[in-house]
């Protein structure tokens, strides 16, 4: 049975969910990550009408503030967006019993096998496209394809509110028509480095076989490259998540260098997790952390801990002496992901800690605005590490 697989993007989340709760917002700038004058704030998600001005997810806020100085500027409410964004995934769910949440505003959902319940996927994705907007007054972006990575790209095509279907057998196709810089995955550096090299088309690169490409580019960007221009459907994303984890990971538009920057999204990573956690009744011991670097080269760690996660702050800190332990100071990453590997209902027996240094009524404070947030969905509660004035 041919693969079908839906990537579906959230349009400019964070702030399309401002606009949405904020009339006053909308078909203006806006930019989601601080105020200006906050120091050391970097931008979360900037509205489209803000990208207009070059103002992208990750930028220092200050740089957003010389781009785009009349745009509207929010600190961002993550537990609202949190509580948004499960409401989509629950509706992903009603589609899909295989559903790979990749971070708060992006998804694979497994359509294989589906046709004769839903229909052609093309037609089933205008559906679930217009339920979206139906539910929650936001719109998303649809890729369809038999391979993840060519589903991927597709979805970013035509944003906003976009839907890209790529027919089987057709993926290396439509990646050779590509220009070189919608090759997902290749940042600038690689663009530069390709561009070097005499490769200025995704049909270069084609023409090229493996042993030249790894040569030129080493091991991890080479077989990259040979692979995604052919679409190759080997290549896979968050085959983890399917192993009994709950895993976040972000792909950023430039590479992180700025340690605070890489904490914020560490930070973020961390809650989408946790929540996630909150909502399957789960809990973990083990935290497992992923670093893609410039060069494409992924490296990973994971520990274990004596006991369970309990409260973001947890999460945060084991993500952190992580990181510490496996970062290569200077390197540019292109990607951070977090997850809590084996994980158990939370009704399996588990051998309570001797000594208790506030972990447990943190944790119980967090279920509770968790529980609360589920209830009411109009209650804005957030946390505050990430958002106040100066952090350090």
């Not at 096998?113 to 037609?123: C, Q, V």
């Not at 719109?139 to 890209?164: C, E």
């Not at 809590?340 to 972990?359: A, M, Y």
């Amino acid at each position: 049975m041919e693969k079908v697989y839906f990537h579906v993007d959230l349009d400019a989340f964070f702030a399309s969910v401002e606009q949405r709760d904020n009339p006053a917002y909308r078909g203006k700038p806006l930019i989601v990550g601080g105020l200006p004058g906050d120091r050391r704030a970097v931008v979360s998600t900037a509205s489209y009408e803000a990208r207009a001005y070059g103002v992208h997810s990750a930028m220092p806020l200050s740089r957003a503030v010389q781009l785009c100085p009349h745009a509207v500027f929010v600190r961002g409410n993550y537990a609202h967006y949190h509580e948004v964004s499960a409401q989509i995934m629950d509706i992903f769910s009603s589609y899909s019993p295989d559903v790979l949440q990749m971070s708060i505003d992006e998804a694979f959902l497994d359509m294989t096998g589906t046709e004769r319940l839903f229909g052609k996927p093309g037609d089933t994705a205008a559906r679930l496209k217009q339920q979206v907007k139906d539910e929650t007054g936001l719109t998303v972006s649809v890729g369809i394809s038999a391979s993840m990575y060519v589903a991927k790209i597709a979805s970013g095509l035509h944003k906003p509110d976009g839907l890209t279907e790529v027919p089987a057998g057709k993926e290396e196709d439509f990646m050779l028509s590509l220009p070189l810089e919608k090759l997902w995955g290749a940042g600038t550096k690689t663009q530069e480095r390709l561009r070097s090299a005499g490769l200025r088309t995704t049909a270069d690169i084609h023409a090229r076989q493996l042993p030249l490409l790894t040569s030129l580019f080493g091991q991890s960007t080479g077989t990259f490259l040979y692979n995604a221009v052919r679409g190759n459907m080997a290549m896979k994303f968050g085959e983890e998540a399917k192993n009994h984890s709950i895993s976040s990971e972000e792909t950023f538009d430039f590479d992180l260098t700025d340690r605070y920057a890489i904490d914020t999204a560490l930070m973020k990573l961390a809650e989408n997790v946790l929540y996630r956690m909150h909502r399957e009744n789960v809990r973990s011991s083990t935290v497992a952390l992923k670093i893609r670097y410039e060069d494409f080269t992924t490296v990973s760690v994971q520990a274990t801990g004596s006991s369970p996660v309990t409260n973001v702050d947890d999460m945060f800190g084991r993500c952190k002496a992580l990181f510490s332990k496996k970062y290569t100071t200077g390197k540019g990453i292109r990607l951070l992901g977090v997850a809590c590997e084996n994980v158990e209902k939370r009704s399996e027996p588990v051998q309570k800690t001797l000594f208790d240094f506030g972990e447990e009524k943190r944790a119980k404070m967090e279920e509770a605005i968790y529980a609360l947030q589920d209830k009411h969905p109009d209650i804005k509660i957030r946390k505050a590490r990430l958002f106040s004035k100066d952090s350090g």
